[in-house]
């Protein structure tokens, strides 16, 4: 647990409410050592009712009283909003961000300090605990500031630590990543469909075989090489689908999604950083 830890969840959208779930669900803290910030009060009410965490648009006020600061806000509010805070963050107070594109030492420069800054990227299946984040320090970030980032992000899903230079990368692939899924799981739905089984008993196979072959990957260690050919019977059905999907460069067109995606996420990078 992070014993008696103030954390400041500032910009609590969606990312910043999975990560107020992961935390508390988790006891990792208690409810009434986080402030959320916002701007709309409706929404506020509901992650106080929702969660029981204190609540607050006022972003400077939390930041002075947390030791965490969570920095859950979309990158384009971020130069605002660290120039709103820089005034009340102590220069010892762990600094973690999500937002893409924003790199730690971006961060340092908008609080005119030399705070730990450690930067996360996770993604969506936060909201049920099952996301993939990577770590990166900053500059002026340490083992235990790291330790304590581990901590909140794992309340989540799993956690890797990778260097900064990495973090387009992870964005190109594992932040991005479940929207490939979802398309994937959208045209095996639609492939279902196109040979009869019921849209909903299609998408629930869909989703199902995704998420078996995935926790398959992640319990056996084995690589997915192994394991597609351990069940490619000669002559049968599967490497006659194989077949066809090597044909039309069902990899390749994967591979590409994430080198394109980590370009964009280094525009984005240049354009916000
Ligand atoms: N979603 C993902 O898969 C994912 C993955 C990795 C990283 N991220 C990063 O996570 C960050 C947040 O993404 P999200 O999907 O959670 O976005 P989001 O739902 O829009 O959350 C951001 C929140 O910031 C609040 N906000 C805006 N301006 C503010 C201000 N001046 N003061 C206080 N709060 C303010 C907004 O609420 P109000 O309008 O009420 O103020 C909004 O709810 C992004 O930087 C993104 O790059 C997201």
Redesign the pocket.
């Known amino acids: 647990m992070l014993k008696n830890k103030k954390i400041a969840v500032?910009?609590?959208?969606?990312?910043?409410?999975?990560l107020i779930g992961g935390m508390v669900s988790g006891r990792l803290i208690n409810a009434k050592d986080v402030v959320a910030?916002?701007?709309?009060a409706k929404?506020?009410d509901e992650l106080k009712s929702k969660w029981g965490v204190r609540i607050s648009?006022d972003?400077a006020a939390a930041a002075e009283g947390a030791d965490i600061i969570l920095?859950?806000?979309?990158?384009q509010?971020?130069a605002?909003?660290l120039g709103?805070i820089a005034p009340a963050v102590d220069k010892d107070k762990l600094v973690i961000?999500?937002?893409?594109?924003?790199t730690t030492a971006a961060i340092n420069k908008r609080l005119k300090k030399t705070n730990p800054v450690v930067r996360?990227?996770?993604?969506?299946p936060?909201s049920v605990n099952a996301a993939a984040t990577a770590l990166c320090a900053g500059a002026h970030a340490g083992e235990a500031h790291l330790r304590a980032a581990e901590m909140i992000f794992k309340s989540v899903g799993k956690v890797e630590i990778i260097p900064e230079n990495l973090l387009d990368a992870v964005?190109g692939l594992s932040?991005?990543g479940?929207v490939y899924i979802y398309m994937v799981i959208e045209a095996l739905t639609d492939g279902g469909v196109k040979m009869g089984i019921p849209r909903a008993v299609a998408a629930r196979l869909a989703a199902q075989t995704v998420y078996g072959a995935a926790k398959l990957v992640l319990e056996t260690g084995k690589h997915p090489a192994i394991l597609k050919d351990e069940v490619t019977t000669p002559g049968g059905t599967a490497i006659a689908a194989i077949h066809e999907l090597e044909s039309k460069g069902l990899r390749t067109v994967l591979m590409d999604a994430v080198v394109t995606a980590t370009k964009r996420s280094k525009e984005l990078s240049e354009i916000y950083g």
């Open positions: 500032i910009g609590a959208g969606h990312m910043g409410e999975a910030t916002r701007r709309d929404a506020m648009s972003n920095l859950t806000l979309k990158p509010v971020a605002a909003v709103e961000s999500v937002m893409a594109g924003i996360a990227m996770p993604n969506t936060a964005t932040g991005s479940p």
